[in-house]
């Protein structure tokens, strides 16, 4: 039986910086390696060629990534501010795909209230991890204005919702508690009652479908 999570600010600030710090971890780890390499006289060039190539690859994939999380987890400018969606779909892009993922995005290049965007992007975080071998998001308006509501639908092989996703959604969990892990789509229910909307996930044949409205 599920029961409602207690949080504070504090816990819930430090929990949310816990997130984004392990989204950076790997990146940047893989880019103290490569200059190790560089740096290690014994390697050869070929090595180093594959070293300073890392290196790129990594720096690109830690820029994306906090460039994503200060639009999905951040303060996003003033109160009251607005997003346009076009930057948040260059964000999406950069974060999300890859070899094994893309994304098509059907929503037009309009400003929103930050915090419904805020949700947006938390939603495709979810969305992608539902789809662990890669695959499509599709993102689909639901309404439109400042009032629009959202849909994503996620396809690929054994696409599967995380168990505990649904309970946390609604701000509940098992234990009455979350840690580091979960505290993402935790974050996003609270989003999606800041905007009067309410977030679920839930299967539609073979594609997970995470919606707010």
Same mark, same amino acid.
């Given at each position: 039986?599920?029961?409602?999570?207690?949080? =504070?600010?504090?816990?819930?600030?430090?929990?949310?910086?816990?997130?984004?710090? #392990?989204? !950076? /971890?790997?990146?940047?780890?893989? /880019?103290?390696?490569?200059?190790?390499?560089?740096?290690?006289?014994?390697?050869?060039?070929?090595?180093?060629?594959? $070293?300073?190539?890392?290196?790129?690859?990594?720096?690109?994939?830690?820029?994306?990534?906090?460039?994503?999380?200060?639009?999905?987890?951040?303060?996003?400018?003033?109160?009251?501010?607005?997003?346009?969606?076009?930057?948040?779909?260059?964000?999406?892009?950069?974060?999300?795909? =890859?070899?094994?993922?893309?994304?098509?995005?059907?929503?037009?290049?309009?400003?929103?209230?930050?915090?419904?965007?805020?949700? !947006?992007?938390?939603?495709?975080?979810?969305?992608?991890?539902?789809?662990?071998?890669?695959?499509?998001?599709?993102?689909?308006?639901?309404?439109?204005?400042?009032?629009?509501?959202?849909? /994503?639908?996620?396809?690929?092989?054994? $696409?599967?919702?995380?168990?505990?996703?649904?309970?946390?959604?609604?701000?509940?969990?098992?234990?009455?508690?979350?840690? $580091? #892990?979960?505290?993402?789509?935790?974050?996003?229910?609270?989003?999606?009652?800041?905007?009067?909307?309410?977030?679920?996930? $839930?299967?539609?044949?073979?594609?997970?479908?995470?919606?707010?409205?």
């Amino acid at each position: 039986m599920s029961t409602a999570v207690a949080l =504070d600010a504090l816990d819930l600030a430090a929990l949310l910086c816990s997130r984004v710090c #392990h989204d !950076l /971890i790997s990146p940047t780890g893989a /880019i103290v390696n490569g200059l190790e390499v560089l740096e290690d006289k014994a390697s050869d060039q070929e090595t180093k060629t594959f $070293a300073l190539d890392l290196i790129k690859k990594s720096a690109k994939t830690a820029s994306a990534r906090l460039q994503f999380c200060r639009l999905a987890f951040g303060a996003a400018g003033s109160a009251g501010a607005q997003i346009d969606l076009g930057d948040a779909q260059a964000m999406a892009r950069g974060f999300i795909e =890859d070899d094994k993922t893309k994304l098509t995005w059907n929503l037009a290049r309009v400003l929103l209230p930050k915090n419904r965007v805020k949700l !947006l992007l938390n939603m495709l975080i979810i969305a992608g991890q539902t789809i662990p071998r890669g695959g499509m998001l599709t993102v689909e308006p639901i309404g439109e204005g400042e009032t629009m509501g959202f849909r /994503i639908a996620a396809v690929g092989l054994n $696409a599967r919702i995380p168990q505990a996703v649904p309970a946390l959604l609604e701000g509940t969990s098992e234990s009455g508690s979350v840690d $580091a #892990h979960a505290i993402q789509p935790f974050y996003a229910g609270l989003l999606a009652k800041a905007c009067g909307l309410k977030a679920t996930v $839930a299967m539609d044949g073979e594609a997970v479908v995470v919606t707010a409205q």
